[in-house]
């Protein structure tokens, strides 16, 4: 009899949690946001005001190292997971295994450990250290590997994929040509772009990794409006500004960690480009300390790569234009090199930051 009633209290108190919980969840649309994956995106867009004045163009940057992991790929991290859940491929206590450059792989470290998988990461070994180290810091398995062509079954995709199919209930995330990536875009950056510029937007323009982010974003804002030229940015070491302007791929390299292409992914494939515009390693290592000293963004070196390939655009379109780019991450990642004088050195960057911006640096 006792254990009947301790039951039926039982019982009661979890249907009143139960309701409880019905109560906590709608309120915490009100205002709070549903955990981190209901965190991701609607980040802020940002008029970067000294570069704006200069320009005669509203210069905007799209904040996506307000993420809650920190980075544009906490989009594609939580749009690939989810999909593959949706699909049925990766049921709980499942194994998310990815090849990434660094920050999709923090984003699904996130997503995994507020969804319950485990991580397990293969990426070339020619990534910043700190990048690695906060990996293992979340807790994912990471196996730095040879950089080696994607031709080439070593490559860190493929390791990752091997190592997908030889384990059970476990995913490959494939970030560069599961498209789950650029959807994400499309159904969230490319929408909040659009809403936050009332639809007044001329341009857009960045540079790409794995390319979902330019796609998505690009197709969105070209439903909407035919008129809005979307133009790739590249870094030297990348193909994709000979192929747009010249149909040739050839890849040499560069400083950028997380962009620059050598071939045409299926996120990237047919997206619509008007044009393409190459920018300099000096050019964006120029722009950090600009960020950095005149707007007040610590950012990474590809987010400098987009904004100095915005302000080139306003250029090329004359003022009056108003250009929306990604702020993609934050310096954070890349102290070791960019805000270190030696290596600036060592990669012949260092007489492209202005001198009175020199005094952070550490050697
Ligand atoms: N910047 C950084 C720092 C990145 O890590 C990445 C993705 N590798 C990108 C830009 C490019 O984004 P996407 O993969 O969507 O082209």
């Known amino acids: ?106 984003g699904m470290a996130h997503v995994c450990n507020a969804s319950g998988y485990k ?24 196996f730095p590997v040879p950089a080696v062509p994607f031709n080439d079954p070593e490559n860190y995709n493929h390791k990752a994929r091997r190592h997908a199919e030889s384990t059970e209930n476990a995913i490959w995330g494939n970030q560069f040509d599961n498209t789950a990536n650029r959807q994400g875009h499309y159904e969230t950056t490319g929408p909040e772009i659009w809403e936050q510029t009332e639809g007044k937007i001329d341009a857009f323009i960045c540079a790409t990794g794995t390319g979902g982010t330019f796609a998505g ?11 809005v030229k979307c133009y790739v940015a590249d870094p030297p070491g990348s193909v994709l500004y000979k192929y747009f302007t010249t149909g040739q791929l050839e890849r040499t390299g560069d400083i950028t960690e997380g962009i620059g292409q050598g071939r045409i992914t299926e996120n990237l494939k047919d997206a619509p480009v008007d044009g393409s515009l190459h920018i300099t390693d000096d050019m964006s290592v120029g722009m950090v300390f600009r960020l950095l000293y005149e707007e007040g963004y610590f950012v990474g070196a590809s987010s400098a790569l987009n904004v100095a390939s915005a302000v080139e655009l306003a250029k090329k379109l004359g003022p009056g234009h108003t250009i929306v780019t990604i702020i993609c991450d ?26 009175k911006y020199r005094k952070g640096l550490t050697s």
Request: positive net charge; proline residues 3%; charged residues 25%.
């Open 1 to 106: 009899k006792v254990s009947r009633v301790i039951f039926q209290s039982y019982h009661r108190s979890l249907h009143t949690s139960n309701r409880m919980a019905d109560t906590i969840a709608k309120n915490a649309w009100a205002g709070a946001r549903d955990g981190f994956n209901g965190s991701v995106g609607r980040t802020p867009l940002v008029r970067l005001n000294k570069l704006s004045d200069e320009t005669g163009c509203n210069i905007l940057a799209k904040a996506e190292l307000q993420n809650p992991g920190g980075s544009v790929k906490d989009r594609a991290a939580h749009f690939i997971i989810k999909d593959a859940e949706k699909k049925g491929l990766l049921k709980p206590g499942g194994t998310v295994v990815e090849g990434t450059a660094g920050n999709t792989g923090i």
């Open 119 to 142: 991580l397990v990461i293969y990426m070339p070994n020619t990534q910043s250290q700190e990048k690695i180290d906060l990996l293992r810091s979340l807790g994912a398995e990471v």
């Open 217 to 227: 974003v690009s197709s969105y804002l070209k439903e909407k409006s035919r008129d």
């Open 330 to 355: 934050g310096g954070y990642r890349y102290q070791s090199r960019l805000f270190n004088k030696d290596w600036l050195v060592s990669k012949n960057l260092f007489e492209c930051i202005p001198e």
